[in-house]
């Protein structure tokens, strides 16, 4: 709760008891006095993860603050209940008329006790409004006008530019704020944020140290858990490995739920160490139908590929797309079996290898969408098997890769010239010439 919350609910309790005995049945504190039990409800329901049903209850803080100001504009609560309209539909997510209340505040009672949070979530609600640029000023003015939200000011700040992707700015200006404000309700999560962004930063060493800070101050067991989860990936990416192993150890099985991130550490670091077995017995401990499970099912496909058993390696691909198609892992998996699949043909059908190449470059462009790995392919066919009938078709497929995917036309177009000196009698050098003519009528325009 922020200090313009606690006054409101204090002015409440306070102008009550004196209305119970001067102003019975005052009209205008009932309405507003109704107003403050629907926004707490609505709260209340909304901290219990209940959005749908704390709709209705803000709904109505709103419509019972509006009457008192429309009512009774001259009342002692027309600022609270400007400010309880804010909160209403700030919370309810509809953040531009939240800021716009909350001017409206700022306009009419500039004098006003509600007059710090309501310019602190103003601020916040042109951000969350899409106007990033005029809610970072309205908070850079909070932290210098108003010292109580200094420091709500300054993580607000710093989680603006972690939201557009800034980790740098982030990890910056988060560092400055533990070292300011110690004592600040925004001090853990600085520090759990702070963690995550030297990690993302592949700052691993300085990530540890804030992630270990981290679980030093939290009081939720699981949450330590997690924070310990943290330090073994650092400790992964730093190659000690047996660090991680240790860690797994004296985590695994508290917490069930976390128990597939664990054996997938585990996995990665006996695959490190060369333990392929142990690694293997890891990731299959990993069956849940997540990001986890998809990843750990494609470490096995893997394993099971770069050891040419390629039946086994598309058994775990296709269990890794199965639990997460939209995953990375899932992405991946779904390629690496459309590759073995082609290979497989590869080797059941009777093709030449000038034609076996070719279909491969085909698979990478087509199936895969690596035109990379295809262009490189396509080159092949041309070096290895130049008097083939696959050699201008590969030419003029890597022409097509560089002019249409690449953007590349002066590139494509020394390919093109290429098909037509060596291939002159191809439906390829055809079709290259007709596009060399388009290509110099299209300069001649310009």
């Known amino acids: 709760m922020l200090i313009g919350e606690e006054r409101l609910k204090a002015r409440s309790v306070l102008y009550h008891l004196s209305a119970l005995v001067l102003f019975a049945g005052c009209a205008y504190f009932n309405t507003f006095y109704n107003a403050q039990v629907y926004y707490r409800e609505g709260m209340m329901l909304k901290e219990r993860g209940q959005a749908g049903l704390a709709k209705p209850k803000f709904d109505k803080a709103i419509e019972k603050s509006a009457l008192v100001i429309s009512r009774w504009p001259k009342s002692r609560w027309v600022d609270d209940a400007l400010f309880l309209i804010g909160r209403g539909y700030y919370e309810k997510g509809e953040f531009g008329r939240a800021a716009r209340s909350f001017e409206q505040l700022e306009l009419a009672f500039p004098n006003s006790p509600f007059l710090p949070e309501a310019t602190f979530y103003r601020g916040i609600?042109?951000?969350?409004?899409?106007?990033?640029?005029?809610?970072?000023?309205?908070?850079?003015?909070?932290?210098?006008?108003?010292?109580?939200?200094?420091?709500?000011?300054?993580?607000?700040?710093?989680?603006?530019?972690?939201?557009?992707?800034?980790?740098?700015?982030?990890?910056?200006?988060?560092?400055?704020?533990?070292?300011?404000?110690?004592?600040?309700?925004?001090?853990?999560?600085?520090?759990?944020?702070?963690?995550?962004?030297?990690?993302?930063?592949?700052?691993?060493?300085?990530?540890?140290?804030?992630?270990?800070?981290?679980?030093?101050?939290?009081?939720?067991?699981?949450?330590?858990?997690?924070?310990?989860?943290?330090?073994?990936?650092?400790?992964?990416?730093?190659?000690?490995?047996?660090?991680?192993?240790?860690?797994?150890?004296?985590?695994?099985?508290?917490?069930?739920?976390?128990?597939?991130?664990?054996?997938?550490?585990?996995?990665?670091?006996?695959?490190?160490?060369?333990?392929?077995?142990?690694?293997?017995?890891?990731?299959?401990?990993?069956?849940?139908?997540?990001?986890?499970?998809?990843?750990?099912?494609?470490?096995?496909?893997?394993?099971?590929?770069?050891?040419?058993?390629?039946?086994?390696?598309?058994?775990?691909?296709?269990?890794?797309?199965?639990?997460?198609?939209?995953?990375?892992?899932?992405?991946?998996?779904?390629?690496?079996?459309?590759?073995?699949?082609?290979?497989?043909?590869?080797?059941?059908?009777?093709?030449?290898?000038?034609?076996?190449?070719?279909?491969?470059?085909?698979?990478?462009?087509?199936n895969l969408g690596e035109y990379d790995n295809a262009m490189a392919i396509y080159q092949q066919v041309y070096d290895s098997f130049p008097n083939t009938e696959w050699a201008p078709k590969a030419l003029f497929a890597k022409a097509w890769i560089l002019m249409r995917i690449k953007q590349d036309s002066l590139a494509g177009a020394e390919v093109l010239k290429k098909i037509v000196a060596e291939y002159p009698k191809t439906e390829y050098a055809d079709e290259s010439r007709r596009l060399l003519g388009l290509m110099s009528s299209e300069e001649k325009k310009r």
């Open 125 to 366: 609600a042109l951000i969350k409004d899409g106007n990033p640029g005029t809610g970072r000023l309205v908070l850079e003015r909070v932290k210098q006008a108003y010292p109580k939200f200094r420091d709500a000011a300054s993580f607000h700040l710093a989680m603006i530019a972690l939201e557009r992707g800034d980790d740098q700015e982030a990890v910056d200006s988060l560092k400055n704020f533990v070292q300011r404000f110690p004592k600040s309700r925004y001090y853990r999560e600085a520090v759990r944020q702070l963690a995550e962004g030297c990690l993302r930063l592949g700052n691993y060493a300085l990530a540890e140290v804030w992630f270990n800070r981290y679980a030093q101050i939290e009081t939720d067991a699981r949450k330590r858990a997690e924070a310990k989860l943290k330090i073994a990936l650092c400790r992964l990416a730093e190659e000690r490995y047996d660090d991680v192993l240790k860690m797994v150890r004296d985590v695994l099985g508290r917490y069930s739920e976390l128990d597939g991130e664990f054996n997938l550490l585990a996995g990665k670091a006996y695959m490190g160490m060369g333990r392929h077995n142990e690694a293997l017995a890891a990731f299959a401990q990993v069956r849940s139908n997540n990001a986890n499970g998809a990843e750990a099912a494609f470490m096995i496909g893997k394993y099971y590929e770069e050891n040419k058993d390629f039946e086994r390696a598309m058994v775990y691909y296709d269990s890794a797309k199965q639990r997460r198609a939209e995953s990375e892992y899932g992405v991946l998996a779904t390629k690496r079996l459309a590759l073995l699949e082609a290979i497989i043909r590869d080797t059941l059908r009777s093709r030449t290898p000038a034609e076996t190449r070719f279909l491969l470059a085909e698979v990478h462009a087509l």
